[in-house]
């Protein structure tokens, strides 16, 4: 199997994990301890073995294409935090989920959008490219936001050492430790280097089934209490999907760009960066499990939402022969 067959079929991947995960929290209960202790080194783990496919060595070759990088930082920093924000009103007023909502729509992937952007005949290489940018612009612009959707006095009280220390030894850490490598490599530039880099790229996909697996397993009892809260966020995922197609096409529109970007532009805008906020969710107090939860389930709900993308964005929003002269 090779591993664009692997990230091709991950949808299926996550859904066996998170099968198998809840299976395994109710006949297995006694082994939730040993799995919870697996969950931070497996995030640490696959935030690093992703962060090394984002080519933070290379930020500068983003802005080769300066109106390509401006639109899609205006729809994924601008106009989808205004749809959050509208879509907010749809969202049970439970604080745990409303933050758990907020963490993973306002962040931008930065990993298997490529992945979807090829499958859906995209222009990779500015999908490559965008990816530094997005992260580093999520990792500075996620406090402003929450400060801005849940006020001063909520963000400190949940903003404890728990979830500080989270975000440095999670994401930080291994941000840097991915950017090192990237460089190191640059550096030495020989084939044995670049092998490392493939190999690396082969654990994104297996280490995230392994701790959505390890969610479902420990979070079960929380997943069953909570089945009326999910359902009712299912709408707000599935008209977030829409309007981030849409909003790809206007400002495809508006910028000019053609239809392999603006295919880029639309499976960035449609897909968040849920393992990324994951760290900084579990790190919450107790009282804000279901955030876990809700971030979860947007990842579901995205996968199945890119099996939809992968026909409408090239069949309906950006053909390769637009009609009447407009990209879609």
């Avoid at 090779?2 to 949808?11: A, D, F, H, I, N």
């Avoid at 999670?170 to 490598?181: E, G, H, S, Y």
Wanted: proline share 7%.
């Amino acid at each position: 199997m090779t591993r664009q067959t692997l990230e091709k079929y991950q949808v299926l991947v996550y859904l066996a994990a998170i099968g198998i995960g809840l299976a395994a929290g109710i006949l297995l209960p006694g082994w939730t301890g040993f799995l919870e202790s697996m969950l931070w080194p497996l995030l640490a783990l696959l935030l690093y073995t992703t962060f090394t496919q984002v080519p933070l060595a290379h930020l500068r070759q983003a802005f080769t294409d300066p109106r390509f990088v401006v639109a899609a930082a205006i729809g994924n920093f601008l106009l989808i935090p205004l749809v959050v924000w509208g879509l907010m009103s749809l969202v049970p007023d439970e604080p745990a989920i409303r933050l758990g909502v907020l963490l993973v729509l306002l962040v931008p992937c930065t990993d298997w959008f490529i992945t979807f952007t090829h499958l859906g005949g995209g222009d990779t290489k500015h999908a490559i490219a965008f990816s530094p940018v997005a992260l580093l612009l999520q990792v500075i612009l996620l406090p402003v936001y929450l400060w801005a959707f849940l006020g001063e006095d909520f963000i400190a009280t949940v903003a404890q050492r728990e979830m500080l220390t989270a975000f440095s030894g999670l994401i930080v850490l291994p941000l840097l430790a991915a950017f090192v490598t990237e460089k190191l490599i640059e550096k030495h530039d020989d084939r044995r280097q670049m092998r490392l880099l493939d190999r690396l790229a082969w654990f994104p996909v297996p280490l995230l089934a392994v701790v959505v697996l390890i969610i479902a397993a420990t979070q079960v009892g929380l997943v069953a209490s909570s089945i009326g809260s999910l359902g009712r966020l299912l709408p707000v995922f599935v008209i977030f999907l829409a309007a981030a197609g849409i909003i790809a096409l206007i400002l495809a529109q508006m910028f000019k760009l053609p239809p392999s970007q603006g295919r880029v532009l639309a499976f960035s805008l449609g897909t968040r960066n849920s393992f990324v906020v994951l760290p900084l969710a579990l790190a919450l107090p107790a009282s804000f499990e279901l955030a876990v939860v809700a971030i979860v389930f947007q990842s579901l709900v995205e996968l199945l939402g890119m099996v939809a993308y992968l026909w409408w964005v090239p069949n309906k929003l950006f053909p390769m022969h637009p009609v009447n002269g407009n990209p879609g």
